[in-house]
């Protein structure tokens, strides 16, 4: 699991119009199977050609100078041509995203143009074909979203586009704070640190156990303040039990709200009648 900042559940991006997004960048696991994938397939397309090209020296259609300046524009079309055509049509996907389920993206969370794929290809020309790969992952580990030279001159990331799946079973309240909900305030608890521990609840069931209650550990530290008195047990449970007290009086009031305007509702029409 990677080790994301805690007091930020969700990995947001403003845009220009200072919208947050929720946007999960891809992996450097991922990302690296997915650039083997994408340099394999190149690998292939250029050995394809070669040999295309020594079968036509041999039979006597090309001289030795040909073949050899038709090998160096072959790799200018597979290692920049081909990536910057591939990534501008399909808006930052290649196979190798495609499989890992990743898109690269501009830094604002918008679609990429040609400008961000032929960068990106020129500069992978170094960093991935000619040292094998070794210069992007180096990058790669000390970038906050994985990104390489490639994406930092471009100003790219690759973003998640398949979330993991997350359980759909209904989170119950921990039967050992029954008598700690009867009590529980927490009403002044703001809407953003309430949608921090639903996404924690629902996605703890895929989140590594140690990480886990780490997280847990500092969801309650910035609970500390909204919630009287904080619920007893370890951190995993006692942010369940947050956010089910939450959830279940906010869905009560919108339900007593709802029946309120039904009945407003009624007495208009019954009058009016």
Known sequence: MPTVSTANLQD????GEAVALDLQP???????VGAAIDVFLM???????AMLLQWLTNEGILDEQT?????????????????TAVETLSHGRSVGKLVMGGRIVRADGGTIGF?????RA???VVEIVMTFG????LVGIFTPRAQRLGDLAAGTYCERVRAPKVPSADIMLPPQLNEWALVADVSRMPDRLSRKLWQFCHESAVIDPAFRHRLASDLLAEAW?????????????????IMVIRRDRELRALQARNSRSGTLLAGTASRAS
């Open 134 to 137: 070794t210069m992007a992952l």
């Open 12 to 15: 947001e991006v403003l845009t």
């Open 122 to 124: 020129l500069v992978g």
């Open 26 to 32: 891809l992996g450097l696991v991922a990302r690296a």
């Open 115 to 119: 400008r961000h794929a032929f960068l």
């Open 225 to 241: 303040d909204y919630v009287h008195p904080m619920p007893p047990g370890d951190p995993v449970t006692a942010v369940t039990g």
């Open 43 to 49: 690998a292939l397309e250029f050995l394809a050609i």
């Open 67 to 83: 073949f050899r300046m038709a090998l160096i524009m072959a790799f200018a079309l597979i290692a920049v041509v081909i990536p």
